[in-house]
C-alpha cells in the first residue's frame, strides 16, 4: 500500500493555472473512478474539492477541476487565488478493498 | 449539520492501549461507513480503516492490521478505533471522516471529517 505519487510542490502565480498529478497503478486509480481529492491547511480538517475523478462538491470554486488518464488523475487549479494555497492530496479506492492517498503536494501561490 | 468530534487522545507509553471516539450529529448515522485517517507530524495524510454502515465489515491499512480495531455503535452514533500495541510511529492526529455516497457508483470519498485528535506515543 504504497502512497500514489504526487509532486512535493508546485507553485504558481496569482491568475495561473497549475495542474496536480497523481500517479498510481491499474489496482488503484486506474482501475476505479473512485478518485477523490482533498485541500488541506494547516491545523484545519481536510476539506473535498473533487470526488468520482471529475465532479465538484457544492460550493466548491469552479476552478477546481479533475480527471483522469490511465494510471494518473490530476487536480487543475485555474485563476490561482492565494487562498488556494495549501497541501492537496489525491485518494483512491484499492483492489485490496482498502484505500490509499496520495503522497501529497503544497501549492505556493508566488 | 453533520459535525464529527473525536476525542481520546493524549500521551501514551510505547506498547500501551488508547481508545478514540468519534461522536456524530446531523445525519442518521447508520447510513454512512466511517473512516478513520492519521497525519503524522510533518507528514502526509494515511488511511488507516473503514467500517461499513451496519458495522459488520471493516478493512484496515496494512501498517495498523492486526494492532487496530475499527468498531461502531450505531445507537450512539458513535464510532471506534481501538489502538494496541502502540509505538512511537503511530504519533500523529487522528481524524474520522464520513464516507458519502450519492449512488451505488458515487462513494468511497470523505464528505465531512472531524477536526481532529492527537496522539503522542512517548515514554
Known sequence: ?110 | QVHLVESGGGVVQPGRSLRLSCAASGFTFSDNPIHWVRQAPGKGLEWMAVISSNGRNADYADSVKGRFTISRDNSKNTAYLQMNSLRGDDTAVYYCAREGFYSSNSWGFFDYWGQGTLVTVSS
Do not use: M
Request: hydrophobic residues 25%; aromatic residues 10%; contains cysteine.
Open chain 1, 1 to 110: 500500500q504504497s502512497a500514489l505519487a504526487q509532486p512535493a510542490s508546485v507553485s504558481g502565480s496569482p491568475g495561473q493555472s497549475i495542474t496536480i498529478s497523481c500517479s498510481g497503478t491499474s489496482s488503484d486509480v486506474g482501475g476505479y473512478d473512485h478518485v477523490s481529492w482533498y485541500q488541506h491547511h494547516p491545523d484545519k480538517a481536510p476539506k473535498l474539492i473533487i470526488y468520482d475523478v471529475r465532479s465538484r462538491p457544492s460550493g466548491v470554486s469552479n476552478r477546481f477541476s479533475g480527471s483522469k488518464s490511465g494510471n494518473t488523475a490530476s487536480l487543475t487549479i485555474s485563476g490561482l487565488q492565494a487562498e488556494d494555497e495549501a497541501d492537496y492530496y489525491c485518494f483512491s479506492y484499492t483492489s485490496s478493498y482498502t484505500y490509499v492517498f496520495g503522497s501529497g503536494t503544497k501549492v505556493t501561490v508566488l
